[in-house]
T-cell receptor
């Protein structure tokens, strides 16, 4: 059963703690992406990676960090420097760089209090 | 950079009627325009896309049209059904931007039985 998995579905943290969101894909896709979605808004790009061991900042990278040590995995860390971390986080992947069709995971809803 | 505007933000139709959602983009280099459907608490699902060398594309009850001169594209859903109720997002991407998708703000479609 191929696809993108994100875990956990719901995550709760106290303010000041770092938290890491998991994203795994078994589609053999080269490119992976992290988006943030706030209520009533579109998706905003946080980070993306076109190949293993390489990644670029998106439009709202401040307060976030990523790694891409394996093709299948692209974890996102929300650091304590992120001022408004409560949001719905979506991971996506596409076959290769410049191949536009992006497929999304089910998302992780992070709540920080 | 690219900016995508989407209208309307909410749309309510009777079952069986047609629904039209419109998007405009700003970057003339954009050449790929996908549409995503997002159900509550889930990740977006690609439903149809169009590239700039095509003016119209159909897939059963859904169609997308593109007017490159006016820089706008639209999603048309005919014979709407209650299961079409969801949030729909348009997006635009330019190849010279590494395939990054810029999303519209979303349209919440409600189909009343």
């Amino acid at each position: 059963d191929g696809g993108i998995t994100q875990s956990p579905k719901y995550l709760f943290r106290k303010e000041g703690q770092n938290v890491t969101l998991s994203c795994e894909q078994n589609l053999n896709h080269d490119a992976m992406y992290w988006y943030r979605q706030d209520p009533g808004q579109g998706l905003r790009l946080i980070y993306y990676s076109q190949i293993v061991n390489d990644f670029q900042k998106g439009d709202i990278a401040e307060g976030y960090s990523v790694s891409r040590e394996k093709k299948e995995s692209f974890p996102l860390t929300v650091t304590s420097a992120q001022k408004n971390p409560t949001a719905f986080y979506l991971c996506a992947s596409s076959r290769v760089q410049g191949d536009y069709e992006q497929y999304f995971g089910p998302g992780t809803r992070l709540t920080v209090t | 950079g690219e900016n995508v505007e989407q209208h309307p933000s909410t749309l309510s139709v009777q079952e069986g009627d047609s629904a039209v959602i419109k998007c405009t983009y700003s970057d003339s280099a954009s050449n790929y325009f996908p549409w995503y459907k997002q159900e509550l608490g889930k990740g977006p699902q690609l439903i149809i896309d169009i590239r700039s060398n095509v003016g119209e594309k159909k897939d059963q009850r859904i169609a997308v049209t593109l007017n490159k001169t006016a820089k706008h594209f639209s999603l048309h859903i005919t014979e709407t059904q209650p299961e079409d109720s969801a949030v729909y997002f348009c997006a635009a991407s330019a190849y010279n931007q590494g395939g990054k998708l810029i999303f519209g703000q979303g349209t919440e479609l409600s189909v009343k039985p």
